[in-house]
């Protein structure tokens, strides 16, 4: 019972914190100097035009009845109507939504296969050994590069000289799913890198802090082996962190993919919410915003059921609290 009310809490809170959200999303979008008209029709669009503009897309009603007819409209799957292309919004998220989902897709599994052994290889190493230094010293070098920076040299490099894979040629997964997923290889790898790194120091410092635990020394003290105590007893207890840390990084891949995008000329979600921010095109805003923020809350969410399955006792601390 103190489990499922614990799940109905956490659901509730998840919710209420879409629904604050959504109401930063409008209100930032209508605070953004310039309007619609001024960036579409020109400091020379007279008046009238402008009116004629506001009215044709509802701007010019109250910004509360603005707001209930957008999010009633958004519950539903309907985004509204890009406000420069005139197309439907959520035709363009269907188009272009799979694109950045393959790349953040990409790049989280390159975090966990690779971020996830290496902070466990440097965190059992710690003290001792050309390893764990090497390790720590790769994850600091590695975090400390601009996605920009990193990702300009890549395209460098790739252009220049014949390296086997191409820059800026995306392929449909349709048409070809090997060489999509090549195609997007390249941005997948940069956009990874930082994530890596956050996840090897994690992970490491998560290792360090089972490995000192009593039931540790007490595995050690029967004579258990290295790798046996490290896979049944370091990892789970140090799985929490990680995990919370892994969804945090869905939203930062999701954000990140949008100068990834640009560099490599990949036709995802982050270049078209950046064109609809240049035209102050506020439903291709609103809505890519809204549902990065929908994806970070859903990715907490089930973070935090899957911790509660590892560790029970996070969903009776609450309940422990209160009594």
């Known amino acids: 019972m ?14 209420l914190t879409l629904l604050a959200v959504s109401v930063l999303i409008f209100a930032a979008v209508r605070a953004m100097p310039g309007s619609y008209s001024d960036v579409v029709l020109g400091p020379l669009a007279t008046p009238g035009q402008k009116a004629s503009a ?17 999010l009633r409209n958004a519950v539903t799957g309907d985004f509204g109507t890009s406000l420069a292309a ?12 799979p694109v950045t989902v393959t790349l953040t897709a990409l ?3 390159l975090t966990v296969l690779i971020g996830i052994p290496l902070g466990v290889y440097t965190g059992t190493r710690a003290g001792g050994g050309r390893g764990g230094q090497l390790g720590r010293l790769a994850s600091g070098f590695a975090m400390s590069l601009p996605e920009f920076a990193l990702g300009s040299l890549v395209v460098f490099l790739f252009t220049r000289y014949d390296l086997g894979l191409t820059v800026g040629s995306y392929v449909p997964w349709s048409r070809a799913p090997l060489r999509s997923v090549g195609s997007l290889l390249l941005p997948a790898c940069v956009l990874a890198v930082f994530c890596v790194a956050a996840t090897a120091r994690t992970t490491r410092d ?14 050690v003290a029967r004579g258990e082996p290295k790798g046996f105590i490290v896979r049944h007893h370091v990892l789970r207890n140090a799985a ?17 993919a949008v100068i990834v995008e640009r560099l490599f000329n990949v036709p995802g979600l982050g270049s078209y919410l950046v064109d609809g921010l240049d035209r102050r095109d506020y439903a291709v805003v609103q ?20 911790s509660g ?3 029970p006792r996070i969903a009776t601390i609450g309940e422990g609290a209160r009594t």
């Open 2 to 15: 103190a489990s499922l009310r614990w799940l109905l809490g956490r659901t509730a809170a998840a919710v």
């Open 54 to 70: 506001a009215a044709r897309f509802g701007l010019d009603r109250p910004v509360a009845q603005q707001y209930a007819y957008w």
């Open 86 to 97: 005139h197309t439907p919004v959520a035709a363009e998220f269907g188009d272009r939504l």
């Open 107 to 109: 790049a989280l599994a």
């Open 206 to 219: 998560a290792v360090l802090g089972v490995l000192v635990e009593p039931h540790i020394a007490a595995a």
């Open 240 to 256: 929490v962190p990680v995990l919370t840390l892994v969804a945090t990084l869905s939203a930062y891949l999701l954000g990140g």
């Open 287 to 306: 809505a890519g915003v809204l549902l990065a923020a929908a994806v970070f809350i859903a990715t907490n969410l089930l973070v935090d059921v899957v």
């Open 309 to 311: 399955l590892l560790d």
